[in-house]
Nanobody
Framework: VQLQASGGGLVQAGDSLRLSCAAS????????MAWFRQAPGKEREFVGY????????RYADSVKGRFTISRDNAKNTVYLQMNSLKTEDTAVYYC?????????????????WGQGTLVTVSS
C-alpha cells in the first residue's frame, strides 16, 4: 500500500483547503482510512476517520463541524475538506490506512502512512 497526500499550503485564518490522499493497493476500497496531523513539537494526533463505504465518519472534537472527510473508491482517493481554518490547525497532515475493521483513533493502530502535507494557517 502506498499513500500520497497533497493539497497543503499557506492560507489565512478563516480560509478553506482540501487535502487529497491518493492510495494504491487492491485492499484500499475495503479499508478504514484516517487523517492525522502533527504540529511542531507536538505528538501526532487524530483528525478524522472514514469507513470503507464512506457511510460513517468520526472526528476529533477540535475539528468537528469544520472538517469533513470523504472518499472516492473509484479513484482510490480520500479527501479532507477543511473550512474555517484556525492558526492552531497548522501542522503536517498525514493520511493512514487501517487494515482491521474496527474504528480507532490511535495512531499505533494504523498500518500504512503517507508522507504528509504541510498546512500553514496564518493570522
Amino acid at each position: 500500500v502506498q499513500l500520497q497526500a497533497s493539497g497543503g499550503g499557506l492560507v489565512q485564518a478563516g480560509d478553506s483547503l482540501r487535502l487529497s490522499c491518493a492510495a494504491s493497493g487492491r485492499l484500499i476500497s475495503v479499508s478504514n482510512m484516517a487523517w492525522f496531523r502533527q504540529a511542531p513539537g507536538k505528538e501526532r494526533e487524530f483528525v478524522g476517520y472514514i469507513t470503507p463505504s464512506g457511510a460513517i465518519t468520526r472526528y476529533a472534537d477540535s475539528v468537528k463541524g469544520r472538517f469533513t472527510i470523504s472518499r472516492d473508491n473509484a479513484k482510490n482517493t480520500v479527501y479532507l475538506q477543511m473550512n474555517s481554518l484556525k492558526t492552531e490547525d497548522t501542522a503536517v497532515y498525514y493520511c493512514a490506512v487501517r487494515a482491521a475493521l474496527l474504528y480507532s483513533d490511535r495512531r499505533e493502530d494504523y498500518d500504512y502512512w503517507g508522507q504528509g502535507t504541510l498546512v500553514t494557517v496564518s493570522s
